[in-house]
């Protein structure tokens, strides 16, 4: 009976330390996970690339959203800046709609921000990150373009990025430093744990999908150290 209960004991305690470990390693992760998407909303890459990629959000009736806006004032100025001679806007729409998020985005830059019709290309597919970074790739490979300025929000850049580097695009982030998502202190930390939650997400989940041109070595700490705390 005595051993009985000292193995049931040590049991006991395996179970506790095993669950322990797994959550201590899962928070150590999703630290590190903030910390460079915190880091990487921070950096802002000028490099001269084939195109701008301005990632699509909500329009209505063929007017940018304030977050879509803020996008794509950043992108013009990239392109008057001489960073890439064609921007690329990307997005679908939903039952009902009328434009695309790809057409708003266009229609805005070419009437309200004076950049030649010439210069936008519109990619109507598209209804979350990652279809559209599919989207793009599919654009890019079918006109020989090789790299890519990311516009996005800030704390989504490096989801967005990482996205477009796993098509097999060379990919670097130059997010928006204005709109919604940096109005406020608040909104600044939603987004990064938002964020955070997204890339844990594709990292561990859709990253493992088959067809995804995987840039070797960008993430494969991240899966290796949860798959090393998996007791199965």
Avoid: C
Avoid at 20 to 35: K, Q, R, S
Avoid at 117 to 143: H, I, K, P, W, Y
């Amino acid at each position: 009976m005595r051993f009985l209960s000292q193995g049931i004991g040590w049991i006991v305690r395996s179970i506790v330390y095993l669950v322990f470990g797994t959550l201590l390693v899962a928070a150590l992760i999703a630290t590190a996970t903030a910390a460079h998407v915190w880091y990487f909303a921070r950096q802002d890459n000028h490099d001269h690339a084939n195109t701008i990629f301005v990632l699509g959000a909500a329009q209505y009736d063929g007017r940018p959203s304030e977050w879509l806006a803020a996008r794509l004032q950043h992108a013009a100025d990239l392109y008057e800046e001489g960073v890439a001679p064609t921007i690329v806007t990307v997005g679908g729409k939903r039952e009902g709609d009328r434009f695309t998020e790809a057409q708003a985005g266009k229609d805005y830059l070419v009437n309200t921000l004076d950049v030649p019709s010439s210069a936008v290309v519109e990619v109507n597919e598209g209804v979350d990150t990652l279809t559209s970074a599919e989207a793009f790739a599919t654009m890019a490979r079918d006109n020989g373009w090789t790299s890519a300025v990311v516009v996005t929000d800030p704390a989504h850049s490096l989801r967005a990025t990482r996205m477009v580097q796993d098509q097999g695009i060379i990919a670097w982030g130059s997010p928006t430093r204005q709109g919604p998502s940096v109005a406020t202190r608040s909104a600044q930390f939603n987004s990064i744990l938002h964020e955070t939650g997204g890339m844990l997400y594709y990292e561990v989940i859709e990253r493992e999908r088959p067809g995804l041109r995987i840039n070797a070595g960008s993430a494969e700490p991240v899966i290796n150290a949860l798959r090393s705390s998996t007791p199965w």
